[in-house]
């Protein structure tokens, strides 16, 4: 099928799925979970047919994330059992007034329609979108990277079978059969046909969507998150929370990659940071990037510009000295991409200002920058994270796939 | 000054009005209203320049659109009253959680940052979206059309005047100085200066921006607004609701465009509705464009294909009958622009069916489509009326020029 025909297929089913009730889709993702585990087997032989393909290009951090097996995809099917257990997003009243006239107003939640998702390598992302948008009665068309195409068609096939099951047309979920450019590039012009447009995957994808979308697009991802080491702070919590900032998890987005330090605590406190993140972490040290106030004090390599705007998702830290959280809060405004930040800071005064001035869809007091998460939001799912500002901001959950409409109601009332 | 200084400076100073109480804000919008008044000649004199350039190329209607007069620039400043009278948006916390970690994560609204506005030739425009952008603490570049440049431009100037009076940056608001297709592509195209792009005029500005952006855009407008007479509908009322939704202002997107009858009353209802839009109007009839079952029943012109497709914004109306509400809806759907629709019945089984199932921005039952707009929805004001979903849809007050923000205060916590 072309995408275009895939689309055609989509706009017209979504309204089937606009009106199900809760139940109705619960059951539904109950089914695709089933299937998920019933087609394990099919699912297995293609994605291992995928990795054949791509052993000899693609690095063994990006092979892993593109391997199944018989318990990944369980914990793909139970994934999407925690999403049918979640809240129904659709058909919230939202607001309701009264007018003098007599009318009533009322806002309510509704699907957005098609959602597409462009991605990557990760096949998981696959039952992971599709069950999302089939919660929040949205269809969606999505979109794989080349390298995970045969397992996630797999995947995508056996959610149809779910689908069908219990009665809902299958086109409610769809894969595109093609993962040239042409294909994004279709998706990204279709307006009519698709409703919200979300890449998930590198700085690469996200900058062709927001340089070709013509769709209504989320700007997700990249995470060039700042923490700032106030003079104030409490230094054995903000050891713990920079090592866990930086290392817990060093490829995702939330992962700090650059640390600014108060200058009056600086002589103190960056040998220890030197330290935690290098001395003590011999199997697995950070390369510190230091400004040259900071080279004055460790050791470490000295920083070039371009280091204080590189998402390095590494064990890569760039260190900064700064006067005061004035200069701390110019650099931010300067280099964030508006995804991240936080103060460690005793200072109340210094963690109103910061949490007030900085324009970023996270800002931290005394915590990692690590919890920017649907899951750790408290959301229960997440489709991205967004780092723009309109509709949605940050970890984007079930409610952040639904627009709303107004219904009215009157008796005869005209203006 | 060029466009992209104008957007340099609307980037540097927005952080200012975003931080400013709404005590500050009110009186910069009262110093603003008072400029107005106190520039009224200033402002007239420009008007006037632009009124004979514009005396040999504009129609009459358009030349009253553009006119000012000293009681018009009154109801501008009282405009902007009214906008220092709303609540303010900024500052609210939309969620609070406590996460099981002790977190506690706040969801907090923000104003966007830089809102560029692209309008044509309604100098009162102007006034309205600075307000609004304003008491939404967000920075505005305006960018008027051509014809009505020289009165945008002096009544910018005072209200630049009005924001210098109390201490804030005159940059907040902004007109580009260059009215050719360049400055609006400028605009469309500032990744990183504009966080929101809404552009108010007609269908070739709308889609020349949905065509060319590249930063986040909201689509107003158009409207192909449907009412549906059901079998079951108080014709009385209906004959009212119709006549007001074609002719109380049929220049405006909520007016209707298109009236579908049930036709198990057609051959009552139509030559009623003949003789209320028609034959009662001697001075100002409207002209029917009929379907061939309609053109079977009255007189008329018949309609064309392209008649159900046309956003006339005149006396003229497309009419056709239907079966039954299932081919109501399934016309609309194909036909709508998402913007506003109705349908009067006394059935309140086919009120839900078409509530649920019409996806537009403001479903009706019973009352005139004219009500889509923000001071009639109770929102005090209206920067435009959203026909897409993300985001905002339909009128677009204060509180749809605010993103938000998650402030998470923590005591340590790491993941």
């Known amino acids: 099928?072309?995408?275009?025909?895939?689309?055609?297929?989509?706009?017209?089913c979504c309204g089937a799925l606009a009106v199900a009730d809760t139940d109705q889709k619960n059951r539904a993702l109950l089914a695709m979970a089933d299937a998920l585990i019933d087609n394990t087997d099919a699912i297995l032989q293609a994605n291992s047919a995928d990795m054949d393909a791509a052993k000899d290009t693609l690095s063994p951090s990006m092979l892993d994330r593109l391997a199944l097996t018989a318990q990944r995809i369980e914990a793909m099917a139970e994934g999407i059992r925690q999403v049918a257990a979640l809240p129904d997003p659709v058909?919230?009243?939202?607001?309701?007034?009264q007018r003098p006239n007599g009318m009533v107003i009322e806002r309510r939640s509704v699907p957005m329609g098609v959602v597409a998702i462009i991605y990557e390598s990760r096949p998981n992302v696959t039952s992971d979108a599709a069950a999302l948008a089939v919660k929040s009665g949205n269809a969606c068309v999505l979109r794989s990277g080349k390298d995970a195409f045969r397992s996630a068609n797999a995947i995508v096939n056996a959610l149809q079978l779910g689908l069908s099951q219990i009665g809902l047309p299958a086109e409610l979920v769809q894969l595109v059969q093609d993962t040239s450019r042409e294909s994004a590039r279709e998706l990204m012009t279709a307006v009519g046909y698709v409703d919200l447009l979300i890449p998930r995957g590198g700085a690469g994808l996200i900058r062709n969507c927001i340089e070709n979308a013509r769709v209504p697009c989320i700007q997700t991802g990249t995470g060039i998150c700042h923490i700032f080491v106030d003079k104030t702070a409490d230094q054995a919590m903000a050891l713990d929370i920079l090592e866990n900032a930086k290392t817990?998890?060093?490829?995702?987005?939330n992962a700090m990659e650059v640390c600014l330090v108060h200058q009056d605590i600086a002589k103190e406190f960056l040998p220890?940071?030197?330290?935690?993140?290098?001395?003590?972490r011999e199997n697995q040290p950070v390369e510190l990037r230091l400004d040259s106030a900071a080279a004055d004090i460790i050791p470490g390599k000295t920083a070039e510009p371009q280091d204080f705007d590189t998402e390095f998702l590494d064990y890569i830290l760039a260190v900064g000295v700064v006067e005061d959280i004035q200069q701390a809060m110019e650099h931010i405004s300067r280099h964030s991409t508006g995804h991240s930040e936080a103060i460690l800071t005793q200072d109340e005064k210094n963690a109103g200002a910061f949490t007030r001035q900085i324009d970023s869809a996270a800002v931290y007091v005394n915590c990692s920058t690590r919890f920017t998460d649907g899951g750790e939001f408290g959301l229960g799912c997440e489709m991205g994270?967004?780092?723009?500002?309109?509709?949605?901001?940050?970890?984007?959950?079930?409610?952040?796939?639904?627009?709303?409409?107004?219904?009215?109601?009157?008796?005869?009332?005209i203006r």
Chains 1, 2 share one sequence.
């Open 1 to 12: 099928m072309t995408t275009q025909e895939i689309l055609h297929k989509a706009k017209g």
């Open 91 to 97: 058909g919230r009243i939202l607001s309701q007034i």
């Open 248 to 253: 817990s998890r060093p490829s995702v987005c």
């Open 272 to 280: 220890k940071l030197h330290k935690r993140l290098v001395t003590d």
């Open 385 to 413: 994270i967004s780092t723009q500002k309109l509709h949605a901001r940050g970890p984007m959950g079930l409610e952040e796939l639904c627009s709303y409409k107004y219904v009215i109601r009157g008796t005869g009332q």
